[in-house]
């Protein structure tokens, strides 16, 4: 019985324990780079390395189409935008240039608040490199 009771402490601490990562101003994520970066060449076995990250909007309400693109190095094999309640991956253009398009549909009262959004850019042998951004349900 104690064992169970230690594991969802441990369980629960590691629920409330901060999101690693790099925290980026919202404000800034809404400029875009001119000129875009370009995809930085590296070897396979290299740590990926996000360059840019640029969205259309760090509000969301209801109706919104939300639009993002991530600048990385050569060797990210996928991008994955993430928050506590959603996830999806970024489409790949091409080596090191990701973009999505999201439609933002009307959501319950509840779950109309702010989120720490994840994206995460991760090489073949699972190495990753992160950024945190706000993002808001109004």
């Not at 590296?42 to 600048?71: C, K, Y």
């Not at 991008?79 to 970024?90: I, K, L, Y």
């Not at 999201?102 to 992160?130: C, F, T, W």
Request: aromatic share 8%; glycine share 6%.
């Amino acid at each position: 019985m104690r064992s169970r009771i230690f594991l969802a402490a441990v369980i629960g601490l590691a629920a409330c324990a901060p999101i690693a990562g790099t925290r980026v101003d919202p404000r800034t994520v809404e400029i875009e780079p001119h000129p875009w970066p370009s995809p930085q060449i590296a070897a396979g076995a290299a740590p990926p390395r996000i360059l840019a990250l640029w969205m259309n909007h760090t509000a969301l309400p209801s109706g919104t189409d939300w639009r993002g693109r991530i600048v990385t190095t050569t060797n990210v094999a996928s991008v994955e935008v993430r928050t506590e309640s959603f996830s999806f991956v970024a489409d790949r253009t091409r080596y090191g240039d990701f973009s999505f398009e999201q439609h933002v549909l009307d959501m319950v009262p509840q779950y109309k608040r702010s989120y720490a959004l994840q994206v995460i850019a991760r090489n073949a042998a699972g190495d990753r490199d992160e950024r945190l951004v706000e993002i808001s349900f109004p």
